[in-house]
């Protein structure tokens, strides 16, 4: 083990791209191509490809697997049918957030679990030990995959020029998916694009409609390159991490490590409708419960902090870990995630307000940028949410 | 990148050009902007300010990060770009040209400035 980055199978893309490249989570990833500004405008009112192999794969299989995961995770993961994902998390004995998760059920039993990439180790070391006792096997894909994402309006279009074919027989219950219009949100089924071998989810972290497939590592270069190809009539552009996360702010959804860590619960963080109590496997019984339990009475009763959208009326920027204030200067909150918006045209951030600030339209409230205080509206999240 | 013969460089990658009736202009380089991303917003010092080679003088913000911006040389700001205040854009588009950030009345000698070939070979390094 070296303490150097690890490259993902498009590495050399990237780099003959011109790609600006970031150690993330111990990857080296593109942070931008070019103007991290257009690659958002892109992905509002085009298409934008993302790579994101350093996302961690796990694979949870066997005559138990939907009963660990009931167990292990805090959603209700048995009721998720064969070829439909759902985002949950991880939770440790008390409460606090491990990860965020999205959960793809490939078959009666068999799940793929994935997990931040800051975050896979940890993952995978907690579903390896909540299994004991199960009838399950847990098995580190991290290797296995990489990670391509279409996000965008023109994301159905790319990819139908790609001759995608999804198999048809996974879910239960309901009517046969002949194609990619039929693949619902949250959905994931395995198929072919461009010839290529994927599993093929609409799903994202942008807001906008899109695609992520998980392919082998030796096909992404091809798949990559199919995808530039077809979407270059479509305005589809190369983004990096830095508009995915001006993407995910405007859209209100939480990031690993800012709003979410292993000091908030999910009740805390406002998500605690992914917490599901009635659950049939285990008696109930899940990894966190009681410490859920009295976190969702808090939050109900006398919530300490509520997360909540702050808009800027100028333009100077929030950043993680500014004090937000009253009017009188008190300490009230902390901004967790903070960027200009190219959609709205101002800074935004998100940030935990004490309670009785968190209303929308709360008067007063500013933002501690390096000792002047910059006034922010109150507002419900998300900021920005697409037109359907 | 190309950085004009003509401009003097501080390590901090501010541009100084030869002044004219004493005056100097200040912007960053092509390489500060590109290493910022996309700049969004910029306070720079007041016009009338006076301004100290090598202490700060305004700041610079973009998408990811906030940079303060140093002054290469000591003297009064006799003028600041209004074009690059409402439009931060222009210093990602025209670093050594219609991005130029404010004008100096130089009052003493610069601090440690670079030739153009000596900054290139800085900002590579």
Known sequence: MTDAPRRTALDATHRALGATMTDFAGW????????????????????GLFDLSHMGEITVTGPQAADLLDYALVGNIGGVKAGRARY????????????????????????????????????????????????????????????????????????????????????????????LDGLKYYAGLPGTVAGVHALIARTGYTGEDGFELFVRPEDAVALWEALTAAGKDAGLIPCGLSCRDTLRLEAGMPLYGHELTTGTTPFDAGLGRVVKFEKTTNNGDFVGRAA???????????P????????????????????????????????????????????????????????????????????????????????????? | MDNPQQLRYSKEHEWLSAAEDGVSTVGITEHAANALGDVVFVQLPEVGATITAGETCGELESTKSVSDLYSPVSGEVTAVNEDVVSDPSLVNTAPFEDGWLFKVKVSGEPGELLSADEYTAFAAG
Not at chain 1, 104 to 132: C, F, I, K, P, W
């Open chain 1, 28 to 47: 080296d990833m593109p942070l931008r191509y070019g103007s991290e500004r257009e690659e958002h405008v892109a992905v509002r009112t085009h298409a």
């Open chain 1, 88 to 179: 949950t998390m991880i939770c440790e004995p008390g409460g606090g957030i491990l990860d965020d998760l999205i959960v793809y059920r490939l078959a009666e039993q068999e799940y793929m679990v994935v997990a931040n990439a800051s975050n896979a180790q940890v993952v995978l070391d907690a579903l390896t030990e909540r299994a004991g006792g199960f009838d399950a096997e847990v098995r580190d894909d991290r290797d296995a995959y990489a990670l391509i994402a279409v996000q965008g309006p023109e994301s159905l279009g790319i990819l139908k020029g790609l001759s995608p074919k999804l198999s048809t027989s996974l879910e239960e219950g309901g009517a046969p998916i002949a194609d």
């Open chain 1, 292 to 302: 859920l339990e009295a976190a969702a009475e808090r939050a109900e009763a006398s």
């Open chain 1, 304 to 388: 300490p902090r509520k997360l909540v959208g702050l808009i800027a009326e100028g333009r100077r920027v929030p950043r993680a870990g500014y004090p937000v204030v009253a009017s009188d200067g008190t300490v009230i909150g902390e901004v967790t995630s903070g960027a200009p918006s190219p959609t709205l045209g101002k800074p935004l951030a998100m940030a935990y307000v004490d309670a009785a600030y968190a209303t929308p339209g709360t008067e007063g409230v500013a933002v501690d940028i390096r000792g002047s205080h910059e006034p922010y509206e109150v507002v419900a999240l998300p900021f920005y949410k697409r037109q359907k």
